[in-house]
């Protein structure tokens, strides 16, 4: 299993930015994928999550601006984020679960985010 | 939402016993997962539903979950120990993740 996240980088406020993870070993379509983030020197903070079945949920800080999504057929998980903030600035990490409300025992390692003018 | 609160550092010496607490809103009705993150590192899972040990984590780390507090315990601590380690619940009445702000275990 590796998860293997890209995208990150410089971005003005109000910009927009698409992260991905793209996954082997597993396909992202029978599992539950999450991002996850985590700003400089602070605690992790749960983004997001596309179920199996293909729900998603959002946290309340990035909602109607984030989106998650995957492809099946390239076997990735995208996070596109709109209207970004400098508060958005953050390592993402892409995560697996295997369980509905499960643990993460699967995490890439992270590409990184600015947000700065 | 749900409010999960962590020490935000605990210290122990070598050789000792390390209790890192997550408190939350009557977590012990919860499924609690704990993760170690070392800088520079992405999160490992070393506990999760409360007490399991995932495959490879050392038999020294333990969790518990009872009425408003979950803890993870690691005995006789190592150097190798030191690392942020966070708590993980579902919030089921919002369908969100959520985690506790982090406690860093310092050994002496």
């Known amino acids: 299993v590796q998860l293997v996240e890209s995208g990150g980088g410089l971005i003005q406020p109000g910009g927009s930015l698409r992260l991905s993870c793209a996954a082997s070993?597993?396909?992202?379509?029978?599992?539950?994928m999450n991002w996850v983030r985590q700003a400089p020197g602070e605690g992790l903070e749960w983004v997001s999550v596309?179920?199996?079945?293909?729900?998603?949920y959002y946290a309340d800080s990035v909602k109607g601006r984030f989106t998650i999504s995957r492809d099946n057929s390239k076997n990735t998980l995208y996070l596109q984020m709109n209207s970004l903030k400098a508060e958005d600035t953050a390592m993402f990490y892409c995560?697996?679960?295997?369980?509905?409300?499960?643990?993460?025992?699967?995490w890439g390692q992270g590409t990184l985010v600015t947000v700065s003018s | 939402s749900y409010v999960l609160t962590q020490p935000p550092s605990v210290s122990v010496a070598p050789g000792e016993t390390a209790r890192i607490t997550c408190g939350g809103n009557?977590?012990?009705?919860?499924?609690v997962h704990w993760y170690q993150q070392k800088p520079g590192q992405a999160p490992v899972l070393v506990i999760s539903?409360?007490?399991d040990r995932p495959s490879g984590i050392p038999e020294r780390f333990s969790g518990s979950n009872s009425g408003n507090t979950a803890t993870l315990t690691i005995s006789r601590v190592e150097a190798g120990d030191e690392a942020d380690y966070s708590c993980?619940?579902?919030?089921?009445?919002?369908?969100?993740?959520?985690f506790g702000g982090g406690t860093k275990l310092t050994v002496l």
């Open positions: 596309i179920y199996s079945g293909g729900s998603t």
């Open positions: 009557n977590i012990g009705s919860k499924s």
């Open positions: 995560a697996r679960s295997v369980v509905v409300a499960g643990p993460f025992p699967f």
């Open positions: 539903y409360d007490s």
């Open positions: 993980q619940v579902w919030d089921s009445s919002s369908d969100h993740w959520v």
């Open positions: 070993g597993f396909s992202v379509s029978s599992s539950y």
